[in-house]
């Protein structure tokens, strides 16, 4: 069974770091990219960054370039949102997903606000 279990989202101030975590199971984690998604209040759920099966290709939304870093450890089945210089239109719910695999943990809570 797939399990997407994310962690690490709280109340932050603007400019301030939080770093999100996705413990995954059930699958071949080594042999998925993954992804980080997000979805704001009364908005679409958008992709935020995309890392490759290895790790060594990752990509961001423009939005968040610059300033949120994806990395894995496929030695702990985890995948990880660095986040920076956070602003308050960074507050949503986050997500890990495996790329084409429809599996959808509970989310981490991100609130940017002072």
Known sequence: QVQLVESGGGLVQPGG????????????????????????????????????????ITDYADSVKGRFTISRDNAKNMVYLQMNSLKPEDTAVYYCKAHLLDYWGQGTQVTVSS
């Open 17 to 56: 770091s939080l770093r999100l975590s996705c413990a995954a199971s059930g699958f071949t984690f080594r042999t998925y990219s993954m992804r980080w998604y997000r979805q704001a209040p009364g908005k679409e759920r958008e992709l935020v960054a995309a890392i490759s099966i290895a790790g060594g």
